[in-house]
């Protein structure tokens, strides 16, 4: 295949990220897959998810692609950090010599990685992240290598964007049916305590309230105990033979 076939092969695997129902870092490692994939001379790439503007979510295709990465958000200097910053595409072809890092870049170097090629994954009202795909050799990523880079990078920012946003949805439905079921339990343990005390909503609550604050627990995990608690005491009752029912003896 040639550059270009590489490129729209790779799109298309972006475009059915979504219907695969992975996980969220899983969605990542592909969307970096695809970027090695679609650019010319990459041995790796990484991709990074940003909030408040700082590195948040970090995966790589390869370990020695983790350990750059690692460097340049220790140092917070390297062409991720410059390519977010500005909002451009930032090479390298000898990162062991770059005057842009210089921190970074010798680091890097002794890593026996020295070309480097970072994009700003960018929506029209926010940066995204950033994909950075690095390679061994000298001088690695040319003209070819940038277009593609640069061609690849709005599909990924929006294939980024679009599992993050899934991911959040997710998360939210968990955390509306965790408060729903936690609810549930409250209010049931509410009845419990009323039917035993005869008082009204707000003193069981505030009674619940009370255990939960003392021995400091989850309310509604002192909830669980009063319905558990409920539910032995009716099931031991049950089980207990009534009055008369005893066997009569013979004769």
């Known amino acids: 295949m040639d550059d270009e076939d590489e490129l729209a092969a790779s799109l298309v695997g972006l475009a059915g990220l979504l219907s695969s129902h992975r996980a969220l870092e899983d969605t990542l490692v592909r969307v970096a897959e695809f970027a090695v994939q679609a650019i010319p001379g990459a041995d790796g790439a990484g991709l990074t998810l940003l909030e408040s503007d700082r590195p948040q979510t970090v995966v790589a295709t390869a370990d020695f692609v983790r350990g750059v990465d690692d460097v340049q958000y220790g140092l917070q200097e390297g062409p991720c950090v410059s390519a977010v910053a500005e909002r451009r595409t930032f090479t390298s072809g000898n990162l062991g010599g ?20 970072s994009l700003p994954l960018l929506l029209p009202d926010r940066v995204v992240g950033a994909l950075n795909v690095y390679a061994h050799g000298k001088d690695v990523f040319g003209e070819s290598a ?14 980024v964007f679009n599992a993050q946003m899934l991911a959040q949805a997710e998360r939210l439905v968990g955390q509306l049916q965790e408060a729903m079921t936690s609810r549930a339990e409250i209010d049931h343990a509410i009845g419990v305590l009323m039917s035993r005390s005869g008082g009204t909503v707000h003193e069981a609550f505030e009674s619940l ?33 009534s009055p008369g029912t005893d066997a009569l003896p013979d004769g």
């Open 209 to 241: 309230r009370t255990m939960s604050q003392s021995r400091s627990v989850k309310l509604v995990d002192v909830a669980h105990e009063v319905v558990a608690e409920a539910i032995g005491r009716a099931r031991a009752r049950h089980a207990q033979p």
């Open 98 to 117: 770059e005057p842009q890092w210089p921190r970074f870049g010798p680091r890097v170097g002794r890593l026996g990685v020295h070309s480097a090629l």
């Open 146 to 159: 940038v277009r593609m880079g640069e061609l690849f990078a709005p599909h990924a920012a929006v294939s």
